[in-house]
């Protein structure tokens, strides 16, 4: 059974950067894709970015340019670099072995492999 834990959050003045990192119980990263969601209150939980097998990331529009995914499978960790923060960045930040972006809404609210979450709090 997948087993992830988040941590890195906290709280930031806008423009701050975070690095978010994601361990993981072993031969998760064999999946095909791993990636980043995020849910503040009052919305649904959303991918924001993902990394494949081959390396390639994708994000979505609204962290394009700000935040990079990345992978280090020696320590079988994810990594989510945060720059330039706005507040609504703010969220629960979750991993997951899914393809971020592309997942459906409905789908992320079936899933029930999600980790305990770490809280990003940016202030304006």
């Not at 059974?1 to 690095?19: A, M």
Request: proline share 5%.
């Amino acid at each position: 059974q997948v087993q992830v834990v988040e941590s890195g959050g906290g709280s930031v003045q806008s423009g701050g950067s975070l690095r978010l990192s994601c361990t993981a119980s072993p031969n998760t990263y064999s999946s095909y894709c791993m990636g980043w969601f995020r849910q503040s209150p009052g919305k649904e939980r959303e991918g924001i970015a993902a990394i494949d097998g081959g390396g390639a990331t994708s994000y979505a529009e609204s962290v394009k340019g700000r935040f990079t995914i990345s992978l280090e499978n020696a320590k079988n960790t994810l990594y989510l670099q945060m720059n330039s923060l706005k507040a609504e960045d703010s969220a629960m930040y979750y991993c997951a072995p899914l393809c971020g972006p592309h997942v459906p809404a409905s789908y992320l609210k079936e899933y029930n492999h999600w980790g305990p979450g770490t809280q990003v709090t940016v202030s304006s």
